[in-house]
């Protein structure tokens, strides 16, 4: 069976949103994308850092959905990185309040043994120097490399992105950052753009929105699952990779026609991530919750129409 | 074979887009809604009005289309309906430079006999007791009446707004409109409020993000197609309006799996409004664009994932 090796952040939350605040909680990238890949029963692990005081329960919970953790490495004296967040009321913008890069500030991602022949990569939202370093370690080209990133990088850090972008197969970023990166408005246009920077697969999210996945002139649309509440956003995007990959390391099939199946998996597995605080909602979920709401995008998407 | 009766503003726009400019060409809700509604030759006749300086061969042209025009009022001595407006670079939003509502101000709307026991209403964007007075005219209630709307009719005659909402079977209305109607942030919760108001369907209208329809709990999405441009997006929900409703005239089936299709050939129609100023494209329109780019929409949004 394929494995699917994850690369991002591994820190605490702490989350404001108009429905409540949390204390700091579990967050990063890694575990979003590690739990909503663990849907598939796939074998994972993660590339991180974290401090002592990141407790040893969280990795547990995250074993316990096959994760190897054993390359999350725990720095003696360090500091978990922490993120705090305040959402404003539409919950499509954040005030971020608070940064402490800690351990983060000087991450060296280790890629164990066992993983340096895997075949799809999931290079979490990091720093695009240790997302190149994770490639670098491998010792041969995966089947699939998928990148997240987001304008922060762009903005600080463009031409590391770019020599990472080169690298990938698979980019996946929001609209507004598509837009920055391509310099193009009109998505299709900025969908082509993107692809002439090397990845041969683009997908950009739309948040509630959806997500289009591009490839080659051919486009599919994944819609967001319209919900009745949007508790806590923290975390969809990386739910979002997660599904998307762990759907195409269960299935090991690349191809444009199982993608789009991947995408639809991918936002379902997003639509559960917002219902509750950060992971919460993740740590929880069953498989026939997961197919009851596969049913309902059936349902909204599916139509027949003979054409002439 | 049933007929589409159609009430709306025909008007005069002058449009500046970042594209170009034009001067006084035709415009108004009613004339989009025909052009789209007659791709399914149906027969269609619109109730408005128009002053001295409306070209004949406008008229000539949307007769050609199967539109009756002889409900369209020519006012002696009146001007028609003057908008011109100017779009922003990211073309979702503008600015109107001039509103002249001249022989609109004192419209009282003629319902032709042939249509006084007419199936399918079009109640197209236009003062909330102009829609009432006509679905007053009618012999007998239609099998099903539309109303568009906007936040205008909200602002200034909201009391009359909610008596004709009372009467027709489906809205459909822009998502900050269901918002604002509503007093509900979430869309699913909006239309609910909505369908209480007395409308059985409610269509929420997202421009790019596509459109939604909702049914007693049920849900349905259609994507707008991503286009490499947009030109002009004025008439795009009028056309919306029209291919929705022109669809289910044609095929007489007012059932919720019927308006799968009919909103999906809404958004199909649309997308070609918007790629040339005002109503050029859809005077243009042929069977055989529409047919293509149908199996685009299929293509974008049709997936094949089993249910366990």
Redesign the interface.
Known sequence: MSKLLIVGSVAFDAIETPFGKTDKILGGAAPYIALSASQFDIESAIVSVIGDDFPEAYLEMLRKHKVDTTAIERIPGGKTFFWKGKYH??LNSRDTLETQLNVLADFNPKVPDAYKEVEIVMLGNLHPAVQLDVLNQLNKKPKLAALDTMNFWMDNALEDLKKVIARVDIITINDEEARQLSGE?????AARAIEAMGPKYVVIK?GE??A?LFHEG????A?AL?????FDPTGAGDTFAGGFTGYLTKTNDISFDNM??AI??ASNLASFCVEKFGTERMQELT?KEV?QR??Q?????????E??
Chains 1, 2 share one sequence.
Do not use: R
């Open positions: 009321n539409d408005y009109s998505l299709v246009k739309k929105h959806g289009l051919q486009i599919f649309f819609p319209p919900l009745e509440e949007v789009k199946k639809i998996h498989k197919q596969l049913q995008f059936k349902e909204l998407t599916q139509f027949e129409i054409l002439t």
